[in-house]
């Protein structure tokens, strides 16, 4: 199984310009979401999915769309990249909507805003 | 809003040194509290506690939590180079929609020869 795969995995772009990080899973998985890490911080949700075609925000969603048309996918996209978009990027999925299933995380996607 | 403190930030020690992690939380309704281990790149997952004074252990690791004090501990016996890693904890509760993960700022365990 691959698990979950992000692409790409470093991407450095100009401030305005637009993207879309990848994110897709084989697993089977409902629960998806997607994190930032800044250095020396944890992971901070951005946004979250519970299933196809159901999103909603974290807790540093301005900035970020999302879009669960499958159960698989789950792009991330930057309307206008800033510089404090500067980060690591994680998705992650989890079994289930349910509190009690741990979750698989992505290798992350290293992103540079100049 | 949920809150997860971890200490310390960072740690350096010897191989064969015992290590002690600590994770203390705020959260409204608490479900759960998990454990990773990330080293460079995506974390993975250790361990996932519900109910207070059940230890859970793996090998070299364990970890307890207490409910009443709001708090758990990961600890790491006889370490090794290879448990040079960030521990992050996260806790989810029952208020939150399929229950979000809050993750604290994690420690940094760095392990010397």
């Known amino acids: 199984n691959a698990g979950v795969t992000q692409t790409p995995k470093f991407q450095v772009l100009k401030t305005g310009q637009s993207m879309t990080l990848q994110c897709a899973q084989d697993m089977n998985h409902e629960y998806m979401s997607w994190y930032r890490q800044d250095p020396g911080m944890g992971l901070r949700l951005i946004h979250y999915s519970v299933g196809a075609g159901i999103t909603d925000q974290g807790e540093v969603p301005n900035g970020y769309n999302v879009s669960r048309s499958t159960t698989e996918d789950f792009p991330l996209r930057l309307l206008s990249a800033a510089p404090s978009q500067t980060s690591v990027y994680f998705c992650?999925?989890?079994?289930?909507?349910?509190?009690?299933?741990?979750?698989?995380f992505g290798q992350g996607t290293r992103l540079t805003v100049v | 809003e949920d809150k997860v403190v971890q200490s310390p930030l960072s740690l350096v020690v010897h191989e064969g040194d015992t290590v002690t992690l600590n994770c203390s939380y705020e959260?409204?309704?608490?479900?759960?509290l998990l454990w990773y281990k990330q080293e460079k790149k995506a974390p993975t997952f250790l361990f996932m506690l519900?109910?207070?004074?059940i230890e859970k252990k793996s090998g070299r690791l364990s970890s307890i939590l207490d409910k009443k004090e709001l708090f758990s501990i990961l600890n790491i016996t006889a370490t090794q180079t290879g448990d040079s890693a960030v521990y992050l904890c996260?806790?989810?509760?029952?208020?939150?929609?399929?229950?979000?993960?809050?993750f604290g700022d994690g420690t940094t365990l760095t392990v010397k020869p």
């Open positions: 996260a806790v989810r509760d029952y208020n939150t929609n399929a229950g979000k993960s809050t």
């Open positions: 959260v409204t309704n608490f479900r759960s």
């Open positions: 519900t109910s207070s004074g």
């Open positions: 992650a999925s989890r079994l289930t909507g349910g509190w009690d299933t741990e979750a698989f």
